[in-house]
């Protein structure tokens, strides 16, 4: 059975850091570009990062662009989301997701176009 499952979330303060992990089984991993949405209590799904199957090109939302770093690595069939300078904002389950493609559009188009979706990841940061 093909599914992405995330990892690394945790209670951190505002200004720190924090890395997600996303861990595909069952699927071609190196034939998706893959992302990271995520959802705050009461918020629409936000599509925040893709990158392209083979990591060449990235987008990011203009909400987490120069703080966040996505990559992957396809010998290891995982996703990564590197955070930095966290804000309360960002507080949210972070879903890991596959697609087959990554363009400007993650947030908007894409997002309804995902093959599979992660149940999420919680992230909390304090004040």
């Known amino acids: 059975q093909a599914q992405v499952e995330e990892f690394g979330g945790g209670l951190v303060q505002a200004g720190g850091s924090l890395r997600l992990s996303c861990t595909a089984s069952g699927l071609r991993f190196d034939a998706y570009a893959m992302g990271w949405f995520r959802q705050a209590p009461g918020k629409e799904r936000e599509g925040i990062s893709c990158i392209t199957w083979n990591g060449r090109t990235t987008y990011y939302s203009d909400s987490v662009k120069g703080r966040f770093t996505i990559s992957r690595d396809n010998t290891k069939n995982t996703l990564y989301l590197q955070m930095n300078s966290l804000l309360p904002d960002d507080t949210a389950m972070y879903h890991c997701?596959?697609?087959?493609?990554?363009?400007?559009?993650?947030?908007?188009?894409?997002?309804?176009?995902?093959?599979?979706w992660g149940k999420g990841t919680l992230v909390t940061i304090s004040s």
């Open positions: 997701a596959a697609a087959n493609y990554c363009t400007r559009s993650w947030g908007t188009t894409v997002k309804y176009n995902i093959d599979y």
